[in-house]
Protein backbone atom coordinates (compact mmCIF):
# COMPACT_ATOMS: atom_id res chain seq x y z
CA UNK A 1 0.00 0.00 0.00
CA UNK A 2 1.28 3.85 -0.66
CA UNK A 3 2.98 5.17 1.65
CA UNK A 4 0.17 8.83 0.96
CA UNK A 5 -2.73 6.18 1.23
CA UNK A 6 -1.47 4.69 4.59
CA UNK A 7 -1.27 8.10 6.14
CA UNK A 8 -4.84 8.91 5.30
CA UNK A 9 -6.29 5.88 6.78
CA UNK A 10 -4.04 6.76 10.04
CA UNK A 11 -4.98 9.79 10.18
CA UNK A 12 -9.03 8.94 9.33
CA UNK A 13 -9.08 6.26 11.93
CA UNK A 14 -7.59 8.61 14.50
CA UNK A 15 -10.25 11.00 13.91
CA UNK A 16 -13.15 9.07 14.13
CA UNK A 17 -11.73 7.34 17.03
CA UNK A 18 -11.47 10.65 18.40
CA UNK A 19 -14.55 12.17 17.64
CA UNK A 20 -16.84 9.13 18.50
CA UNK A 21 -15.56 9.65 22.26
CA UNK A 22 -15.95 12.82 22.20
CA UNK A 23 -19.63 12.13 20.91
CA UNK A 24 -20.19 9.61 23.48
CA UNK A 25 -19.09 11.88 26.23
CA UNK A 26 -21.30 14.63 25.20
CA UNK A 27 -24.35 12.38 24.78
CA UNK A 28 -23.62 11.01 28.40
CA UNK A 29 -23.23 14.40 29.77
CA UNK A 30 -26.05 16.02 28.35
CA UNK A 31 -28.56 12.75 29.61
CA UNK A 32 -27.39 13.34 33.01
CA UNK A 33 -27.65 17.39 32.24
CA UNK A 34 -31.02 17.31 31.10
CA UNK A 35 -32.28 14.49 34.28
CA UNK A 36 -30.97 16.38 36.86
CA UNK A 37 -33.33 19.46 34.95
CA UNK A 38 -36.21 17.49 34.74
CA UNK A 39 -35.90 16.58 38.38
CA UNK A 40 -35.34 19.59 39.43
CA UNK A 41 -38.42 21.41 37.63
CA UNK A 42 -40.68 18.54 38.85
CA UNK A 43 -39.85 19.72 42.83
CA UNK A 44 -40.28 23.11 41.75
CA UNK A 45 -43.78 22.44 40.54
CA UNK A 46 -44.88 19.93 42.78
CA UNK A 47 -43.87 22.08 45.95
CA UNK A 48 -45.82 25.24 43.53
CA UNK A 49 -48.93 22.89 43.17
CA UNK A 50 -48.69 21.55 46.90
CA UNK A 51 -48.43 24.62 48.52
CA UNK A 52 -51.21 26.20 46.18
CA UNK A 53 -52.99 23.31 47.04
CA UNK A 54 -52.24 23.39 50.84
CA UNK A 55 -53.93 27.19 51.09
CA UNK A 56 -57.05 26.43 49.29
CA UNK A 57 -57.03 23.28 51.08
CA UNK A 58 -57.68 24.99 54.42
CA UNK A 59 -59.58 27.45 53.07
CA UNK A 60 -62.46 26.25 50.61
CA UNK A 61 -62.15 22.03 51.11
CA UNK A 62 -60.03 19.15 49.70
CA UNK A 63 -62.20 18.87 46.62
CA UNK A 64 -61.30 22.08 45.43
CA UNK A 65 -57.66 21.57 46.32
CA UNK A 66 -58.38 18.73 44.42
CA UNK A 67 -59.38 20.60 41.91
CA UNK A 68 -56.50 22.65 42.02
CA UNK A 69 -54.10 19.79 41.34
CA UNK A 70 -56.39 18.98 38.06
CA UNK A 71 -56.20 22.12 36.91
CA UNK A 72 -52.08 21.47 37.11
CA UNK A 73 -52.54 18.54 35.64
CA UNK A 74 -54.04 19.97 32.73
CA UNK A 75 -51.64 22.86 31.98
CA UNK A 76 -48.46 20.71 31.78
CA UNK A 77 -47.16 18.02 29.94
CA UNK A 78 -46.63 16.62 33.33
CA UNK A 79 -48.84 14.31 34.51
CA UNK A 80 -49.72 15.84 38.35
CA UNK A 81 -51.48 13.81 40.71
CA UNK A 82 -52.64 13.45 44.60
CA UNK A 83 -51.85 10.87 45.89
CA UNK A 84 -53.38 10.14 50.06
CA UNK A 85 -51.00 9.69 52.95
CA UNK A 86 -52.41 6.32 52.47
CA UNK A 87 -50.35 5.33 49.43
CA UNK A 88 -46.91 3.53 49.55
CA UNK A 89 -45.11 6.56 48.15
CA UNK A 90 -46.49 9.33 49.62
CA UNK A 91 -46.11 7.25 53.23
CA UNK A 92 -42.43 7.00 52.33
CA UNK A 93 -41.67 10.47 50.95
CA UNK A 94 -43.87 12.02 54.39
CA UNK A 95 -41.86 10.18 56.89
CA UNK A 96 -38.46 11.12 55.16
CA UNK A 97 -39.92 14.83 54.95
CA UNK A 98 -37.73 14.79 51.57
CA UNK A 99 -38.83 14.22 47.96
CA UNK A 100 -37.65 11.35 45.98
CA UNK A 101 -37.41 10.92 41.89
CA UNK A 102 -36.83 8.22 40.41
CA UNK A 103 -36.44 6.79 36.72
CA UNK A 104 -39.06 3.50 35.90
CA UNK A 105 -39.54 2.04 32.57
CA UNK A 106 -42.72 1.04 31.15
CA UNK A 107 -44.01 -2.78 30.53
CA UNK A 108 -43.48 -1.60 26.66
CA UNK A 109 -39.89 -0.21 27.84
CA UNK A 110 -40.69 3.57 27.42
CA UNK A 111 -38.95 5.74 29.92
CA UNK A 112 -40.20 7.89 32.70
CA UNK A 113 -39.87 10.01 35.52
CA UNK A 114 -41.75 10.33 38.48
CA UNK A 115 -40.93 12.79 41.82
CA UNK A 116 -43.17 12.63 44.73
CA UNK A 117 -43.23 15.41 46.79
CA UNK A 118 -45.03 15.31 50.34
CA UNK A 119 -47.49 17.88 51.19
CA UNK A 120 -48.69 18.44 55.13
CA UNK A 121 -52.12 19.90 54.62
CA UNK A 122 -53.00 20.12 58.80
CA UNK A 123 -52.04 17.81 61.82
CA UNK A 124 -54.63 15.33 60.63
CA UNK A 125 -54.32 15.74 56.63
CA UNK A 126 -50.98 14.83 54.70
CA UNK A 127 -50.39 12.95 51.44
CA UNK A 128 -47.84 13.99 48.50
CA UNK A 129 -48.41 15.43 44.72
CA UNK A 130 -46.80 13.08 42.17
CA UNK A 131 -45.84 13.99 38.91
CA UNK A 132 -44.48 12.06 36.16
CA UNK A 133 -43.31 12.90 32.63
CA UNK A 134 -42.41 10.71 29.59
CA UNK A 135 -38.38 10.76 28.65
CA UNK A 136 -39.13 10.05 25.38
CA UNK A 137 -38.10 13.69 23.86
CA UNK A 138 -34.69 12.46 25.69
CA UNK A 139 -34.72 9.22 23.61
CA UNK A 140 -35.00 11.59 20.60
CA UNK A 141 -32.44 14.25 21.74
CA UNK A 142 -29.92 11.30 22.20
CA UNK A 143 -31.06 9.49 18.78
CA UNK A 144 -30.37 13.48 17.20
CA UNK A 145 -27.55 14.16 18.82
CA UNK A 146 -26.13 10.97 17.82
CA UNK A 147 -27.22 11.31 13.97
CA UNK A 148 -25.68 15.21 14.06
CA UNK A 149 -22.80 13.24 15.65
CA UNK A 150 -22.67 10.90 12.60
CA UNK A 151 -22.87 13.68 9.85
CA UNK A 152 -20.16 15.76 11.66
CA UNK A 153 -17.57 12.77 11.56
CA UNK A 154 -18.42 11.25 7.83
CA UNK A 155 -18.59 15.13 6.83
CA UNK A 156 -15.26 15.66 8.79
CA UNK A 157 -13.60 12.79 7.53
CA UNK A 158 -14.78 12.73 3.73
CA UNK A 159 -13.14 16.55 4.01
CA UNK A 160 -10.15 15.75 6.14
CA UNK A 161 -9.62 12.69 3.89
CA UNK A 162 -9.92 13.88 0.45
CA UNK A 163 -7.46 16.88 1.87
CA UNK A 164 -4.96 14.55 3.73
CA UNK A 165 -4.70 12.48 0.66
CA UNK A 166 -4.11 15.41 -1.60
CA UNK A 167 -1.41 16.37 0.29
CA UNK A 168 0.10 13.06 0.91
CA UNK A 169 0.02 12.12 -2.80
CA UNK A 170 1.69 16.00 -3.51
CA UNK A 171 4.16 16.49 -0.59
CA UNK A 172 5.42 12.84 -0.11
CA UNK A 173 3.87 10.35 -3.20
CA UNK A 174 5.14 12.64 -5.98
CA UNK A 175 8.52 13.40 -4.08
CA UNK A 176 8.99 9.68 -3.42
CA UNK A 177 8.49 8.19 -6.64
CA UNK A 178 10.96 11.19 -8.07
CA UNK A 179 13.37 9.86 -5.76
CA UNK A 180 12.76 6.21 -6.42
CA UNK A 181 13.26 6.98 -10.20
CA UNK A 182 16.60 9.03 -9.29
CA UNK A 183 17.84 5.71 -6.69
CA UNK A 184 17.24 3.17 -10.24
CA UNK A 185 19.08 5.60 -12.24
CA UNK A 186 21.94 5.83 -10.12
CA UNK A 187 21.52 1.91 -10.04
CA UNK A 188 21.98 1.92 -13.64
CA UNK A 189 25.10 4.58 -13.67
CA UNK A 190 23.42 7.04 -14.54
CA UNK A 191 24.86 10.10 -12.21
CA UNK A 192 24.11 13.15 -14.28
CA UNK A 193 20.55 14.91 -14.11
CA UNK A 194 20.01 15.95 -10.46
CA UNK A 195 16.68 15.61 -9.34
CA UNK A 196 15.19 18.95 -8.24
CA UNK A 197 12.51 19.06 -5.49
CA UNK A 198 10.98 22.40 -4.68
CA UNK A 199 10.09 21.63 -1.07
CA UNK A 200 12.13 22.55 2.28
CA UNK A 201 11.13 19.35 3.93
CA UNK A 202 13.00 15.73 4.94
CA UNK A 203 12.37 14.80 1.59
CA UNK A 204 13.70 17.74 -0.33
CA UNK A 205 16.97 17.59 1.96
CA UNK A 206 17.44 13.68 0.60
CA UNK A 207 16.97 14.92 -3.28
CA UNK A 208 20.07 17.57 -2.37
CA UNK A 209 21.60 14.78 -0.13
CA UNK A 210 21.30 12.13 -3.47
CA UNK A 211 22.76 15.27 -5.51
CA UNK A 212 25.93 15.87 -3.52
CA UNK A 213 26.26 11.73 -3.23
CA UNK A 214 25.77 11.83 -7.50
CA UNK A 215 28.37 14.69 -8.33
CA UNK A 216 30.64 12.79 -5.84
CA UNK A 217 30.27 9.18 -7.55
CA UNK A 218 31.24 11.00 -10.74
CA UNK A 219 34.39 12.40 -9.19
CA UNK A 220 34.77 8.99 -7.58
CA UNK A 221 33.83 7.15 -10.81
CA UNK A 222 36.46 9.48 -12.65
CA UNK A 223 38.90 8.98 -10.14
CA UNK A 224 38.75 5.24 -10.51
CA UNK A 225 38.12 4.82 -14.58
CA UNK A 226 41.47 6.70 -14.37
CA UNK A 227 43.24 4.54 -12.10
CA UNK A 228 42.34 1.60 -14.18
CA UNK A 229 43.62 3.35 -17.38
CA UNK A 230 46.69 3.71 -15.43
CA UNK A 231 46.26 0.84 -14.30
CA UNK A 232 46.26 -1.25 -17.78
CA UNK A 233 48.78 1.03 -19.71
CA UNK A 234 51.34 -0.08 -16.77
CA UNK A 235 50.08 -3.59 -17.04
CA UNK A 236 50.22 -3.15 -20.82
CA UNK A 237 54.13 -1.35 -20.30
CA UNK A 238 54.77 -4.85 -18.03
CA UNK A 239 54.14 -6.80 -21.03
CA UNK A 240 55.54 -5.60 -23.49
CA UNK A 241 59.27 -5.55 -21.32
CA UNK A 242 58.58 -8.60 -21.11
CA UNK A 243 57.95 -9.88 -24.64
CA UNK A 244 61.10 -7.49 -25.26
CA UNK A 245 63.29 -9.63 -23.04
CA UNK A 246 61.56 -12.41 -24.48
CA UNK A 247 62.36 -11.23 -27.80
CA UNK A 248 66.13 -10.56 -26.33
CA UNK A 249 66.68 -14.37 -25.12
CA UNK A 250 65.44 -15.64 -28.80
CA UNK A 251 67.99 -12.59 -30.63
CA UNK A 252 71.06 -15.17 -31.21
CA UNK A 253 68.59 -18.03 -31.98
CA UNK A 254 66.98 -15.60 -34.38
CA UNK A 255 69.88 -14.28 -35.83
CA UNK A 256 71.32 -18.11 -36.30
CA UNK A 257 68.13 -18.61 -38.14
CA UNK A 258 68.99 -15.37 -40.91
CA UNK A 259 72.39 -16.91 -41.43
CA UNK A 260 71.61 -19.79 -43.69
CA UNK A 261 68.99 -18.07 -46.04
CA UNK A 262 71.60 -15.09 -45.65
CA UNK A 263 74.14 -17.20 -46.45
CA UNK A 264 72.50 -18.93 -49.75
CA UNK A 265 71.47 -14.87 -51.29
CA UNK A 266 74.73 -13.96 -51.06
CA UNK A 267 75.94 -16.87 -52.61
CA UNK A 268 73.74 -17.05 -55.36
CA UNK A 269 73.87 -13.78 -56.25
CA UNK A 270 77.65 -13.82 -56.05
CA UNK A 271 76.99 -16.71 -58.91
CA UNK A 272 74.92 -14.48 -60.93
CA UNK A 273 76.92 -11.41 -60.79
CA UNK A 274 80.20 -13.37 -61.50
CA UNK A 275 78.36 -14.96 -64.53
CA UNK A 276 79.12 -18.23 -62.84
CA UNK A 277 75.42 -19.14 -63.25
CA UNK A 278 74.23 -19.12 -67.12
CA UNK A 279 70.94 -19.16 -69.06
CA UNK A 280 68.18 -21.34 -66.77
CA UNK A 281 70.75 -21.24 -63.52
CA UNK A 282 70.23 -17.28 -63.67
CA UNK A 283 66.44 -17.83 -63.35
CA UNK A 284 66.80 -20.65 -60.61
CA UNK A 285 69.05 -19.10 -58.95
CA UNK A 286 67.32 -15.93 -58.89
CA UNK A 287 63.94 -17.86 -57.17
CA UNK A 288 65.72 -19.81 -54.29
CA UNK A 289 66.91 -15.82 -53.44
CA UNK A 290 63.45 -15.38 -53.25
CA UNK A 291 62.57 -18.58 -51.25
CA UNK A 292 65.37 -17.00 -49.46
CA UNK A 293 64.13 -13.68 -48.71
CA UNK A 294 61.07 -15.23 -48.02
CA UNK A 295 61.91 -17.58 -45.12
CA UNK A 296 63.56 -14.31 -43.59
CA UNK A 297 60.79 -11.73 -43.90
CA UNK A 298 58.86 -14.49 -42.49
CA UNK A 299 61.08 -14.88 -39.57
CA UNK A 300 61.46 -11.28 -38.62
CA UNK A 301 58.12 -10.75 -39.10
CA UNK A 302 57.10 -13.17 -36.74
CA UNK A 303 59.64 -11.70 -33.88
CA UNK A 304 58.24 -8.14 -34.90
CA UNK A 305 54.70 -9.90 -34.52
CA UNK A 306 55.07 -10.74 -31.51
CA UNK A 307 57.18 -7.54 -30.04
CA UNK A 308 54.52 -5.50 -31.58
CA UNK A 309 52.82 -3.52 -29.12
CA UNK A 310 48.76 -3.65 -29.66
CA UNK A 311 45.50 -3.66 -27.64
CA UNK A 312 43.98 -6.78 -27.08
CA UNK A 313 41.55 -7.98 -29.58
CA UNK A 314 40.28 -11.52 -29.41
CA UNK A 315 38.75 -13.99 -31.78
CA UNK A 316 37.96 -17.76 -31.51
CA UNK A 317 41.37 -19.49 -32.71
CA UNK A 318 42.57 -22.62 -32.67
CA UNK A 319 44.99 -22.76 -29.73
CA UNK A 320 46.82 -25.74 -31.21
CA UNK A 321 47.78 -23.76 -33.64
CA UNK A 322 48.91 -20.94 -31.88
CA UNK A 323 50.79 -22.69 -29.94
CA UNK A 324 52.50 -24.51 -33.03
CA UNK A 325 53.48 -20.82 -33.33
CA UNK A 326 55.23 -20.03 -30.27
CA UNK A 327 56.87 -23.08 -30.14
CA UNK A 328 58.46 -21.98 -34.00
CA UNK A 329 59.52 -18.86 -32.69
CA UNK A 330 61.37 -20.74 -29.51
CA UNK A 331 62.80 -23.55 -31.59
CA UNK A 332 65.94 -22.49 -32.52
CA UNK A 333 66.80 -21.51 -28.14
CA UNK A 334 65.57 -25.21 -27.60
CA UNK A 335 68.00 -26.68 -29.91
CA UNK A 336 71.03 -24.14 -28.62
CA UNK A 337 69.97 -25.68 -25.09
CA UNK A 338 69.75 -29.13 -25.87
CA UNK A 339 66.05 -29.46 -25.52
CA UNK A 340 63.68 -31.37 -28.13
CA UNK A 341 60.26 -29.52 -28.21
CA UNK A 342 57.31 -32.14 -29.07
CA UNK A 343 53.44 -30.28 -29.94
CA UNK A 344 50.87 -33.12 -29.05
CA UNK A 345 47.04 -32.97 -29.30
CA UNK A 346 44.90 -31.10 -32.06
CA UNK A 347 42.37 -28.40 -33.25
CA UNK A 348 41.05 -26.73 -30.10
CA UNK A 349 39.00 -23.61 -30.32
CA UNK A 350 38.74 -20.61 -28.05
CA UNK A 351 37.92 -17.18 -27.62
CA UNK A 352 42.00 -15.78 -27.29
CA UNK A 353 43.76 -12.94 -28.18
CA UNK A 354 46.60 -15.07 -29.88
CA UNK A 355 49.37 -12.62 -29.68
CA UNK A 356 48.79 -12.77 -25.72
CA UNK A 357 48.59 -16.09 -25.57
CA UNK A 358 51.60 -16.86 -27.74
CA UNK A 359 53.45 -14.98 -24.93
CA UNK A 360 51.83 -17.01 -22.47
CA UNK A 361 53.08 -20.28 -24.02
CA UNK A 362 57.20 -18.51 -24.85
CA UNK A 363 57.26 -17.72 -20.92
CA UNK A 364 56.52 -20.89 -19.83
CA UNK A 365 58.55 -22.62 -22.42
CA UNK A 366 61.48 -20.65 -22.21
CA UNK A 367 60.99 -21.18 -18.42
CA UNK A 368 60.89 -24.85 -19.08
CA UNK A 369 64.11 -25.05 -21.13
CA UNK A 370 65.92 -22.94 -18.62
CA UNK A 371 64.95 -25.30 -15.81
CA UNK A 372 66.81 -28.11 -18.37
CA UNK A 373 69.75 -27.19 -17.55
CA UNK A 374 71.12 -30.49 -19.53
CA UNK A 375 68.74 -30.75 -22.03
CA UNK A 376 66.08 -33.17 -22.45
CA UNK A 377 62.19 -33.55 -23.87
CA UNK A 378 59.40 -30.39 -23.57
CA UNK A 379 56.28 -31.49 -24.18
CA UNK A 380 53.22 -29.27 -24.79
CA UNK A 381 49.81 -30.97 -24.85
CA UNK A 382 46.94 -29.13 -25.93
CA UNK A 383 43.55 -30.50 -25.17
CA UNK A 384 40.12 -30.25 -23.86
CA UNK A 385 39.73 -31.76 -20.18
CA UNK A 386 36.73 -31.38 -17.76
CA UNK A 387 37.53 -29.21 -14.34
CA UNK A 388 36.46 -27.05 -11.70
CA UNK A 389 37.98 -24.00 -11.24
CA UNK A 390 39.69 -21.99 -8.25
CA UNK A 391 37.43 -20.15 -6.50
CA UNK A 392 38.64 -16.44 -7.33
CA UNK A 393 37.55 -17.76 -11.01
CA UNK A 394 34.23 -19.36 -10.35
CA UNK A 395 32.48 -18.57 -6.93
CA UNK A 396 29.97 -21.14 -7.86
CA UNK A 397 32.66 -24.22 -8.46
CA UNK A 398 31.02 -25.86 -11.64
CA UNK A 399 32.73 -28.60 -13.47
CA UNK A 400 33.23 -27.63 -16.92
CA UNK A 401 34.86 -27.66 -20.51
CA UNK A 402 38.47 -26.11 -20.73
CA UNK A 403 40.85 -26.01 -23.51
CA UNK A 404 44.54 -27.01 -21.34
CA UNK A 405 47.71 -26.31 -22.68
CA UNK A 406 49.74 -28.50 -20.60
CA UNK A 407 53.64 -27.55 -20.51
CA UNK A 408 55.86 -30.49 -19.50
CA UNK A 409 59.06 -30.51 -18.99
CA UNK A 410 61.95 -32.47 -17.52
CA UNK A 411 63.47 -29.66 -15.52
CA UNK A 412 64.64 -29.63 -11.98
CA UNK A 413 61.37 -28.59 -10.29
CA UNK A 414 60.72 -26.15 -8.27
CA UNK A 415 60.79 -26.01 -4.05
CA UNK A 416 58.19 -25.99 -2.18
CA UNK A 417 59.53 -22.38 -0.36
CA UNK A 418 59.32 -20.64 -3.99
CA UNK A 419 55.83 -22.20 -5.38
CA UNK A 420 54.03 -19.97 -3.43
CA UNK A 421 55.73 -16.95 -4.77
CA UNK A 422 56.00 -17.68 -8.67
CA UNK A 423 53.38 -15.70 -9.29
CA UNK A 424 54.52 -12.64 -8.15
CA UNK A 425 55.53 -9.61 -10.60
CA UNK A 426 59.57 -9.39 -10.03
CA UNK A 427 60.30 -12.76 -8.40
CA UNK A 428 63.02 -14.61 -9.83
CA UNK A 429 65.57 -17.45 -8.75
CA UNK A 430 67.25 -16.48 -11.51
CA UNK A 431 70.98 -14.41 -11.84
CA UNK A 432 70.88 -10.87 -12.46
CA UNK A 433 70.09 -10.34 -16.21
CA UNK A 434 69.05 -14.12 -16.40
CA UNK A 435 65.26 -12.97 -15.50
CA UNK A 436 63.54 -10.06 -14.34
CA UNK A 437 60.80 -12.38 -12.21
CA UNK A 438 57.65 -10.74 -14.90
CA UNK A 439 57.43 -14.37 -16.85
CA UNK A 440 55.19 -16.15 -14.90
CA UNK A 441 53.36 -12.57 -13.47
CA UNK A 442 52.51 -11.62 -17.02
CA UNK A 443 51.06 -15.04 -18.17
CA UNK A 444 48.87 -15.41 -14.89
CA UNK A 445 47.35 -11.67 -15.79
CA UNK A 446 46.71 -12.60 -19.53
CA UNK A 447 44.99 -15.82 -18.71
CA UNK A 448 42.84 -14.25 -15.75
CA UNK A 449 41.98 -11.68 -18.42
CA UNK A 450 40.65 -14.39 -20.48
CA UNK A 451 38.39 -15.68 -17.45
CA UNK A 452 40.55 -19.15 -17.34
CA UNK A 453 43.62 -20.26 -14.41
CA UNK A 454 46.98 -21.86 -14.50
CA UNK A 455 47.89 -24.62 -12.21
CA UNK A 456 51.25 -26.08 -11.80
CA UNK A 457 52.56 -29.30 -10.70
CA UNK A 458 56.48 -29.78 -9.35
CA UNK A 459 58.15 -32.27 -8.43
CA UNK A 460 62.33 -32.71 -7.54
CA UNK A 461 62.51 -32.97 -11.36
CA UNK A 462 60.17 -32.44 -14.22
CA UNK A 463 57.85 -29.64 -13.95
CA UNK A 464 53.54 -29.11 -15.53
CA UNK A 465 52.38 -25.86 -15.83
CA UNK A 466 48.57 -25.97 -17.42
CA UNK A 467 47.07 -23.19 -18.57
CA UNK A 468 43.21 -23.35 -18.89
CA UNK A 469 41.43 -21.12 -21.15
CA UNK A 470 37.30 -21.43 -21.50
CA UNK A 471 36.79 -23.19 -24.49
CA UNK A 472 34.90 -22.30 -27.82
CA UNK A 473 34.15 -25.73 -29.02
CA UNK A 474 36.13 -28.11 -30.20
CA UNK A 475 36.30 -29.95 -33.67
N1 LIG B 1 59.49 -24.73 -15.36
C1 LIG B 1 60.08 -24.28 -14.23
N2 LIG B 1 60.94 -25.07 -13.54
C2 LIG B 1 61.52 -24.62 -12.42
N3 LIG B 1 61.35 -23.36 -11.90
C3 LIG B 1 60.53 -22.54 -12.57
C4 LIG B 1 59.86 -22.94 -13.75
N4 LIG B 1 59.10 -21.90 -14.16
C5 LIG B 1 59.33 -20.92 -13.28
N5 LIG B 1 60.16 -21.27 -12.33
C6 LIG B 1 60.59 -20.49 -11.16
O1 LIG B 1 59.74 -19.37 -11.05
C7 LIG B 1 60.46 -18.14 -11.05
C8 LIG B 1 59.65 -17.06 -11.69
O2 LIG B 1 59.50 -17.31 -13.08
P1 LIG B 1 59.24 -16.13 -14.06
O3 LIG B 1 59.07 -16.66 -15.41
O4 LIG B 1 58.13 -15.30 -13.51
O5 LIG B 1 60.50 -15.25 -13.96
P2 LIG B 1 61.95 -15.58 -14.52
O6 LIG B 1 61.88 -16.72 -15.46
O7 LIG B 1 62.83 -15.76 -13.32
O8 LIG B 1 62.28 -14.26 -15.26
P3 LIG B 1 61.75 -13.80 -16.69
O9 LIG B 1 60.77 -14.80 -17.12
O10 LIG B 1 61.16 -12.48 -16.45
O11 LIG B 1 62.93 -13.74 -17.53
C9 LIG B 1 61.72 -18.48 -11.76
O12 LIG B 1 62.78 -17.63 -11.39
C10 LIG B 1 61.97 -19.92 -11.35
O13 LIG B 1 62.59 -19.99 -10.08
MG1 LIG C 1 60.51 -16.73 -17.09
Known amino acids: MKLAYKLTLAFIAGTCLILSVNAVRRVQREIALFERYVSREHRVIGRTVGAAA ?55 GERFRKTVVPVRVDAGHAGAIELSESLDEEGRYIEKTILDTFATTVTLVAVCGILAMALGVWLVGRPMRRLVEKARRVGEGDFNT ?26 ATDRADAEAEARIATLEQLRHADRLTTVGKLASGIAHELGTPLNVVSGRARMIITGEAEGQEVVESAEVIVSASRRMTTIIRQLLDFARRRGPQKAEE ?29 TALAEIDTTQ ?86 AYGIVQEHGGFITVESQTRGTTFTVHLPTGGQS
Request: glycine share 10%.
Open 357 to 442: IEQVVTNLVVNGAQAMVSGGLLTVVVRQVSAIAPPDVDRVGARRQWVAIAVVDQGRGIPAEDLSHIFEPFYTTKGVGEGTGLGLSV
Open 194 to 219: PLELRQHDELGVLATEMNAMCERLVV
Open 318 to 346: DVHDVVRRALSLVGHLMEKRGVSLELVGG
Open 54 to 108: VAVWRTEGRERAMQVIRDADQQHEIQIRWLDGSDADATVALSSGQSSSTLLTGPH
